[in-house]
């Protein structure tokens, strides 16, 4: 391969110019690596072209949603719980401090000083007052107050718990970013209250925003402490400390022209980059390893750097080539996932991989040219006749044990894969951000706590709305008709003609725009009607004004009396899932209000029999201090519909059990009116994103292997030695996934990463192997002694890597984040488990096939 040779002699003659590039190169990228930018909002795991983030973010905008942050009070030593004097007091203050925050949608915050107590004010008549506009000054008082928001139905589990031990406020927010810094500042307010209550907050924004805040911190410890095992490992292997220093080197220069090319690029560093430096630093010295080990087993024999380092490159150029290629091959086929920060995680890392092999193949000779003087390299290397370590004697004994025993190591390897698919057919594929954190941390506490007394702290928006058809479109006209025939002698043959000519024009207009709503059909009509009656004083056009007018608002849904009663079929079905606290609709406000019109009794708490009733319920909520509220469950035009549904949980499953629950309803139910569902709400959204992960993981894992075989293939110009080289990391990759099937692990994002990124890996191993005993094999002629010669120099080398390349992922179980603590354990006992996998199934599959193999 000629460029091996010209890499090497430019790397070799020209070793200044060399290593002066690759600094100014460094220096070029890393200074955009101060532009950083923070991204931890999950909607950005789904492109922003996606279906279900569009329609988030147009609910958000049609029902005036924000994100939320739950701050929850309990007292449990006393026997009003919160509902005490001072308790209210505190509550009160902190609320009116949050009210002055430039990010807070104050008018929706939901606290007992800024909500209604509805009630009666005789018949036909309803009284809105503040639940609590000053403290209370005593116990009764107190008491009071908690029995006016248990009789509020839209208040009643969601502001106050059943047992009145505990009360919540939604503090609605602009940004969900500003979650943090808010959490902080709540803390604050509250560490001067001394009333024996305990407060926690809670909310996936507050618990995606300070995982962003804590995830920087975590790669602050472990990316320094991951140098730090990799440099002390380097050090125990090959002792001379200036000549480790290169790995290190070329380690830090592949972060920091990684990290700086995104940054640069304009790329923000979600949670997945924020990953790089900690995948990177491990696996960008794999390729310095296997030259420094066979550099220290060939240097005693030529007591020359130069001629040393020539066959040291000459052996092991092409190997590096190909595990290079296949790393990055594993990594970059995450582009094929439809994530966002999981493509540029996986491009980035591949980009890295190779300016790291870059690095190795031209630094690395570079730096030894230059730095390491030739006499410090006296006592450098391994003597052949100098006693053996105790990895040279497992070695052995592995090469005795795969050539005897290779019968029984193939049995076991086909158990252990029925084993482990047997595994993975129980894996439950689930995720909830809250569970990134550890149980105790006070996030995990506050959704225990605060879901146990509450309806739930996690959102999720059921959107209906109507959708018209051309029958519907024609009825209306029909229905104009009628009303104009009704009048037609008063109205005199002219004007007649010129309202069916109006309406017949707007029904065609509309039908060829296929525009099909009635309520813009009676709009444009009734502004026909307008028209005439500046032209004509007639008290018959003024009644088909009026009429129009009522058509029209007997049109709008969400006044429906009928429709009504459906969605409150389908809010008691959400609410009978045992993952469903609680589910709030417009069904809440006009019930509540129409009791009060008509008495407040009991039996009174109903859905008003006519559309009127409906729209006098409505109207008489306009007049309250909140009126706002109402434009959260419907819009203006009463056309849409929203169901806040709040769930006790924020796993995907529980997400994805509902609304599975609600399609088979609806399929059996029949709406009185053709409307049209979607799903929106962070909670939501994670299941979203999180059923494409797996999907794109899934296309990912395909993809990565048939390339790397391809890859296999033609390195070893063999397909059958191809089959083989993937065995291993097959093995590996079942045996790793079955394992977290078997232990009830949830497949969650972490793990979904962590099957795509570990082909590339994993297979380095075999290429290594395969390749070092082929050429051996070339020259021996003989398996057992090509067996027992690969289990010296060339296997030292891959045992060196694996163990370096695992042991640098561990600091990641230091840190106070699961998913981090997941990648750590589980890379590191996939690639460990693939080494030893290398060891022991290829050699015992090599043997009865080494006819075929070694033509």
Known sequence: MIIKKIVTDISIKYSKYVISFFILMTVILAIFIPRIKIDTDPENMLSQENFVRKFHDYAKEEFLLNDIIVVGIVNEKRNEGVFNPK????????????????????????????QDNIRQGGVGEVIFEWLMKEPPKNIEDSIKVKNNIM???????????????????????KSKDLSYEYSVRIKKIISEFNNGDSYYISGLPVAEDTFGVLMFKQMEISAPLAMLIIFLLLKVFFKKTSLILSPMIISIMSVLMTMGLLIGMGYKVHIMSSMIPIFLMPIAVVDSVHILSVFHDLYPEYKNKESALRSTMDELFVPMLYTSLTTCVGFASLALTPIPPVRIFGLFVAFGIAMAWILTVAFIPAYIILFIKEESLSDFGKDEDSKGTFIDAILKKNSDFTFVHYKKIIAATCILVLISIYGISRIIINDNPVIWFEKNHEIREADRILNKHFAGTYMAYLVLEREYTAEDMKNSLEKTRSLFDEYETDLGESLYKDLNHAADSVYKKMADSQN?????????????????????????????????????????????????????GLSKQLDTNPNVGKSNSIIQIVKKV????LGGQEEDFRIPDTSSG??????????????????????PDYEKGNIWVQLKNGDNKSMQEVTESIEVWMEENNSPMKIKHNWAGLTYVNVVWQNEMVRGMLSSLIGSFVVVFLMMAFLFKSPLWGILSMIPLSVTVLFSY??????????????AVLSSLTLGLSVDFAIHFIERARDIYSEEKDWKVTLDKMHEKPARAVVKNAIIISV????????????????????SAILMVSSIATFIILPALIKPLKERLFL
Do not use: C
Request: hydrophobic share 40%; aromatic share 10%; no cysteine.
């Open 87 to 114: 308790t209210l007091q505190d509550i009160h203050t902190l609320t009116e401090n949050i009210k002055t925050w430039d990010g807070v949608i104050k008018e929706d915050i939901i606290s007992p000083s800024t």
């Open 151 to 173: 009789s509020n139905p839209v208040l009643k589990g969601t502001m106050v718990s059943e047992d009145g031990k505990a009360l919540a406020l939604y503090i609605p927010i």
């Open 516 to 568: 099909y709503s009635v309520q813009e059909y009676y709009s444009m009509v009734k502004d026909e009607v307008e028209l005439a009656m500046d032209e004509n004083d007639s008290f018959d056009l003024e009644y088909i004004y009026d009429t129009l007018g009522e058509y029209h608002s007997e049109s709008q849904t969400f006044k429906n009396p009928e429709m009504l009663r459906y969605i409150e």
């Open 594 to 597: 129409y009791q009060e019109l």
């Open 614 to 635: 409906v729209a006098q319920s409505l109207l008489s909520f306009q007049n309250s201090h909140t009126p706002q509220m109402l434009w959260h469950f419907v819009t």
């Open 738 to 751: 079955g394992m977290i099937g078997l232990v009830g692990k949830s497949y969650d994002m972490p793990v």
């Open 808 to 827: 640098a992922f561990l600091p990641l179980l230091l840190a106070p984040l699961v998913p981090y603590k997941t990648v750590g354990i589980l890379i």
